[in-house]
């Protein structure tokens, strides 16, 4: 197991916070959860801040279903915007990197697995065995595999314990797979927007990103890397995915920005014609999709749809092993995610641990499920204090309305 940094990228002064370096971190042969072994793993991490002597200031962040390692910071002063929790990353932040050393870490099968800036294995990469890309021969892998990959860059640095862990909708899964799996190198846990397991509801909704990839006629079950890859079956799924994180409410601001009628003329005389919104959700999706890759979210999809904390036999008992204190942080709005998955993990914990702190608030925005990730900022004050508090397991319960 080794890291590399990648260049050319120069940690130079940006406002107060310097340019950040990617890194890459590999791994010889990783066994996954399942019982497979896969050659040859990489992953790309980033870190803000600097571990303290006793390597006991880490903080791990753990990411979305279609973010990355690139949780704050610039790569380059002219990038256009930052990583998506800068408002809480940084100097005198929330997540304080005068305190704490931040790090995150690409997730295997990342989404964005033909980003310069993303370093990941999944189905697109090279299988050593064959020389040819992976393709549906990649093993399934699930929230445990996510947790040791980034075990293993951490074990990598000398870091034993987390000061915490925190991550966003699939981040909040990793964290709380982290505190269950690893109960004694955890001492806080953050979930936001996120879901202690999957449930009928979730998984059927998880499926109908999959089908318009699978419809797509260049997929060819997989099989499509000597060839042109499914961009129109994986830009619908972004489209699916896209306004499943937004609310309504945000669709109705986009809709009068682009002036949407329900009886616009190309509409009403094509049925190939799209209605402006629809052209908008489109444009968004095809753009990002252009980084991305079809099989890789396949294998997102049901790495989401396989969790329940611990892994075990039952949730309950998943959520028992853990020692952290911690804060759930759901959207009041979510329509994706919706807060009775934190209040049911919430509420649990409450009964399995009860001289353990565990908070519960929420998030209001207007977003959706997208305000834990461009709103997080508004629960800025209660995660700084929840970090900077005492690690002492003395129960108090905070409910913010």
Known sequence: ???????????????????????????DSFDTFLGVTIKDVKVGWESYGNLNDTKSNAVLITHYFTGSSHAAGKYKHDDAEPGYWDSIIGPGKAIDTNKFFVISVDSLVNISAHDPNVHTTGPASINPDTGKPYGLSFPIVTM??????????????????????????????????WASAYPDKVKRLVSVIGSASSDPWTSAA??????????????????????????????????????????????????????????????????????????????????????????????????????????????????????????????????????YHAKMAHDILRTVSP?????????????????????????????????ESDASNTYSEKIDE
Not at 6 to 12: A, G, Q
Not at 272 to 284: E, F, P
């Open 144 to 177: 445990r595999d996510f947790v040791n990959v980034q075990k293993s860059v951490l074990d990598s640095l000398g870091i034993e314990t987390l000061h915490a862990v925190l991550g966003p909708s699939m981040g909040s899964m990793q964290a709380i797979e």
């Open 206 to 339: 998880l499926e109908q990103w999959t089908i318009p990839i699978k419809l797509d006629r260049n997929w060819n079950e997989g099989n499509y890397y000597s060839g042109k890859p499914p961009i129109e079956g994986l830009t619908a799924a972004l489209m699916f995915i896209t306004q499943s994180a937004l609310h309504p409410k945000f669709f109705a601001q986009i809709g009068e920005q682009l002036n949407y009628k329900p009886l616009e003329e190309a509409a009403s005389k094509s049925i190939l014609a799209k209605h402006s919104i629809n052209q908008w959700l489109y444009d968004r999706a095809k753009e990002r999709a252009e980084l991305m890759d079809a099989n890789h979210l396949l294998y997102l999809v049901k790495a989401n749809q396989l969790f329940m904390t611990g892994h075990g036999d039952s949730l309950r008992q998943g959520l028992a092993n853990i020692k952290a204190k911690t804060l759930f942080i759901p959207s009041a709005d979510d329509l994706l995610l919706m807060p």
């Open 1 to 27: 197991m080794n890291n590399e940094q990648v260049p050319p990228m120069e940690e130079k002064q940006v406002e107060n916070l310097a340019l950040v370096k990617k890194q890459i971190h590999r791994i």
């Open 355 to 387: 001289d353990n702190t565990h908070q519960y608030t929420e998030l209001s925005a207007g977003l959706g499920h997208l305000d834990g990730v461009s709103a997080i900022s508004q629960q800025a004050q209660l995660i700084k204090s929840f970090l």
